[in-house]
């Protein structure tokens, strides 16, 4: 395991995350993840409030980073979605050195072969670039009942990468990649 990112504010301000060894995921630096939270803090849609009991789905989580920051700046319950075995471990490593396993659950598979899930408010879809997999992901996740009514998508998507989502709430340039905002 390598050192990953840290979670920036909240209760576990500081703590730093381990990340899998390779190349298989790519955590979202802390200045993207930074800019996603300012977003999600201060746009008219959401504000200063909006993440105080929430729940949050991590899908294609890596290390966590996405769901324990917001677990840490106020979610009431976080759900993770990982697939590959490294970084599982990394995952899971994280959720325990957070003290979080009361707060989360990992659902350890394919994204696309997901079962009927709980309904979360905030979503983070974080994926391999160049698949299409955001698109595919939020049509099983729709059709499934893991999104609430008016959930809130936050998509990383690679350079050619598009989302198609009934809202667009707002979107941002962070280096290669690219944020988008909206109601899924």
Known sequence: MNLGPRIIAGAWRGRKLVAPEGLETRPTGARARQAVFDILMHAPWAGAAFLRGVRVLDVFAGTGAYGLEALSRGAVAADFMEQ?????????????????????????????????????????????????????????????GWLAPGAVVVAELGPGDEVVLPEVLAERAHGKARLVFGRG
């Not at 072969?113 to 979503?123: I, K, M, Q, S």
Request: charged share 25%.
């Open 84 to 144: 590959a075995p490294g970084a599982l471990a990394a995952l899971r490593k994280n959720i325990s050195a957070c003290k979080a396993e009361g707060m989360t659950r990992v659902f350890a598979g394919d994204v696309l072969a997901a079962r009927g899930g709980d309904l979360h408010d905030l979503v983070f879809l974080d994926p391999p670039y160049g698949q299409d997999l955001v698109n595919k992901a939020l049509a099983v996740l729709r059709a499934r």
